[in-house]
């Protein structure tokens, strides 16, 4: 099966990529709304995860924020990045010896 040159695949990625793009540009709610599509079908997506905490901090929602960093982080706990991200939610709560452990 070939595929035009102008036709972009459809999957996960372009979701994603879609969905980062709405974020940045401010649609949280229409964002929030791909990243949780996202996780549906892919249930450990840890970069979902991880940007769905972040648009929750945004939003104003920082105990939602905090458990979605927190999965990110058990889903991939390497990740310098999703490790920060949660050190600055505990720190947003005022848990700073639990943030200084994450950091």
């Not at 595929?3 to 649609?27: D, F």
């Not at 945004?58 to 905090?66: I, N, T, V």
Request: hydrophobic share 45%; proline share 6%.
């Amino acid at each position: 099966m070939t595929m035009s040159a102008s036709r972009k695949p459809v999957g996960r990625s372009v979701s994603l990529e879609r969905a980062r793009e709405l974020h940045q540009q401010g649609y949280l709610p229409e964002a929030e709304m791909l990243y949780l599509e996202i996780l549906e079908r892919s249930p450990r997506n840890a970069l979902a995860m991880n940007l769905l905490g972040i648009l929750r901090a945004q939003s104003g929602d920082p105990s939602s924020a905090l458990e979605w960093l927190g999965k990110a982080v058990a889903a991939d706990p390497q990740s310098a990045a999703y490790r920060f991200n949660f050190g600055k939610a505990l720190l947003r709560l005022r848990r700073v010896p639990e943030a200084c452990e994450a950091l």
